[in-house]
């Protein structure tokens, strides 16, 4: 971006004051359906990502762990059962009705899970706090991606890690199937089991607009973490990045 | 695609040998890489004991060489196959790692029982430990019977006692050699 005030939102270019409020739209008008779109967007596939972002994380019984734009709660309740009755889990998302979505869910499920309305750029916790930090298909919408991720470091203990769970540069070969798959046929999906092709457009926009592996990997070493490894998950459409605070 | 499902694996056999967790979890972050040519594959020890397969920009903190020979005596336990294993970096690490690998058990009949109930999945694992036994000792006959036939009917394999004795004499002509070199030296000296 040439003109610092101004930010992505998709392809279009909007200011940065704007950009929160857009994509508070957009989440607003999907969050009722989101899982349903995600399960059908994916095949399924998005859940088998999380549970190997949280195999991963190393996550164990009495550990803190922060779900940073959590929405739909999914990971929240994973990671609830995994630290166990001695740990911690809080879910946070800037959207209110998403994290409506996500804390009425955890409650119908039991889960005693603390649901915060809160911008990933500015945190309601202290340092060095948490174990665990994660943040799955959520980065991409944030405004200053820079700022969120020194913040994530920030609330995170020595020997912490920060898990950023999101689509990423696909495999070469694979590219125009995929741009027709995202640009043809997900809006279309989306009008069909959402009745929202516009929000899907976006969806499929801020994907693309979404820095590639080893950039995300290199704001994440920019940011303070000490170590970034990543993994590619299905050809790349998909990327696990660790990050450790040391 | 595989990464998930074989980290999935791999934690839920440390789960079941939670003896092995308690062992890796002073290796915590580090990563072991093992090569097998043509193949390569990295793990990683993760901070509750479990491991994952390594990611993209992984730094190996050991790693273990390995030829196709070696991993089928690993197999078969030969306790001296360990020994010429070729481990470089951190050896602790790749020690413990390589430990726990050979020691730690899948207990199928538990994962059956979840599904099938206690008795049919005791019955099933029962009925299948017996066709693995059976068929090992089928395999072990027919290889003993096999060698047999190479070593007395149709000799194609030759016998220890017989590589042996051929070993013994190309030490005794290697010894003779040297001294002819020897004299050989001296007579041109002189």
């Known amino acids: 971006m040439s003109d610092s005030n101004q930010t992505h939102f998709g392809f279009k270019t909007v200011n940065e004051s704007e950009k929160a409020n857009k994509v508070g739209e957009v989440f607003h008008s999907v969050a009722r359906k989101y899982d349903l779109m995600n399960d059908v967007m994916s095949a399924g596939l998005h859940r088998i990502w999380k549970r190997f972002a949280i195999e991963v994380s190393g996550v164990k019984a009495g550990d803190k762990v922060l779900d940073v734009a959590g929405g739909s709660g999914d990971l929240s309740r994973l990671f609830n059962k995994k630290v166990g009755p001695t740990g911690q889990v809080i879910l946070t998302d800037i959207n209110a009705s998403m994290l409506a979505v996500g804390r009425d869910r955890l409650i119908d499920e039991g889960a005693a899970v603390p649901a915060l309305q809160c911008d990933a750029e500015k945190l309601p916790f202290p340092d060095n706090y948490f174990d665990c930090v994660i943040v799955a298909f959520g980065l991409r919408n944030m405004t200053h991606k820079d700022k969120a991720l020194a913040e994530m470091r920030r609330v995170l203990k020595t020997g912490g890690r920060l898990l950023v769970l999101e689509f990423s540069k696909v495999w070469k070969p694979l590219t125009p199937i995929y741009d027709a798959y995202s640009f043809k046929l997900l809006p279309i999906m989306g009008k069909l089991f959402a009745k929202d092709a516009d929000s899907y457009q976006y969806l499929a926009e801020s994907i693309r607009m979404h820095p590639d592996q080893e950039t995300l990997r290199q704001m994440m070493l920019d940011a303070g973490l000490n170590k970034v490894d990543y993994y590619n998950l299905a050809a790349g459409v998909v990327a696990l990045h660790k990050g450790w605070k040391v | ?190």
Do not use: C
Request: aromatic share 6%; net charge negative.
């Open chain 2, 1 to 190: 695609m595989f990464q998930p499902l074989l980290t999935r694996l791999l934690n839920h056999l440390v789960t079941q040998n939670q003896w092995a967790r308690s062992h890796l979890l002073p290796f915590s972050g580090k990563t072991v890489s093992f090569y097998l040519p043509p193949a390569q594959a990295s793990l990683t020890i993760l901070e509750d004991g479990g491991l994952a397969v390594a990611g993209e920009t992984s730094h190996a903190d050991a790693s273990i060489h390995l030829s196709a020979s070696l991993v089928l005596r690993l197999l078969a336990k030969d306790s001296d196959a360990m020994s010429q294993v070729r481990i470089e970096g951190d050896t602790e690490l790749a020690k413990t790692l390589a430990k726990v690998l050979q020691n730690i058990k899948w207990d199928y009949e538990e994962d059956l029982s979840k599904v099938l109930g206690d008795i049919s999945a005791n019955k099933a694992s029962t009925f299948a430990k017996d066709t693995v036994k059976e068929a090992k000792q089928q395999v072990v006959n027919f290889a003993e019977m096999a060698a047999e036939y190479w070593q007395e009917e149709n000799p194609l394999i030759a016998k220890k006692r017989h590589v042996e004795d051929f070993v013994q004499q190309v030490d005794v002509l290697r010894d003779d050699v040297e001294r002819l070199e020897k004299r050989l030296a001296k007579i041109r000296v002189k």
